[in-house]
C-alpha cells in the first residue's frame, strides 16, 4: 500500500483538520473532510503535485462539507458520504443559517459510503468504519498503508469526545462506536481527529475520560 499522509491542516472558523493523502505512485489522492478554505486546499493539492478522485467526509456537519463543492467542481474529485447523514448534507444552508454563515446549496453525493468497504486512489486504500452516534452517518476512515492512520472525525478526540446534542445525535450509540469499532484497533495507532491535536488509540482507551 503505497498511500502517505502528506497534509493536514485546519480549516474554517471551526479548525475543522482536513487532510489530504496521496498515492505517491500515481499522485492521486483522497481528501478527508474538505470543511471550508477551498482556495487554501486546492494550492495544497498544487504544492503535493496531486489529483485528488475522492473527497471523504466524516460526518455532515456544516464545518466538514462547507468546500466540498468548490473542490469537486475544480478537480472532479466524486464527493463520498454515509448515506445516514444526506439529511444534513442536503441542509447545508440550513445548518449555516443557524450559525450565522452563508453557504451555496452543496453539490451532488457521488458515492454512498457503508461500513467496511475500500476505498481506493492509486495502489493505497482507505477502510470505511461506519461510528454513529455525533451524527447516525458519522464515518471513521483507517488508512491502510506502511503508516497506517485513523481519521476519526468527530466521534473521538484527543481526551475527549464529539458532542451529541446536534441533530441525530446518541451519547450512548457513539461510546458504541468507540468501544466496538475504534478501541479494537492497535494501540499504537495514529489518529488524526476532526479537531484539535493527534492521539492515539492506546493514549485514549487509558485516560479518554469519556470512554475507557
Known sequence: MGGKLLATFPVGPLSCNCAIVVDEESRQAAIVDPGDDAEEILAALARLDARPVVLLHTHAHFDHIAAARRVHEVTGAVIALH???????DRLAEQGRMFGMSFEEPAPIGRDLSDGEEVPFGDSLIRVLHTPGHSPGSCAFLLESTDRVLFSGDTLFSGSVGRTDLWGGSFDTLVASIREKLYCLPPELR???????????GKERASNPFVR
Open 83 to 89: 448515506s445516514a447523514d444526506r439529511f444534513l448534507y
Open 191 to 201: 489518529v488524526v481527529p476532526g479537531h484539535g491535536e493527534e492521539t492515539t488509540i
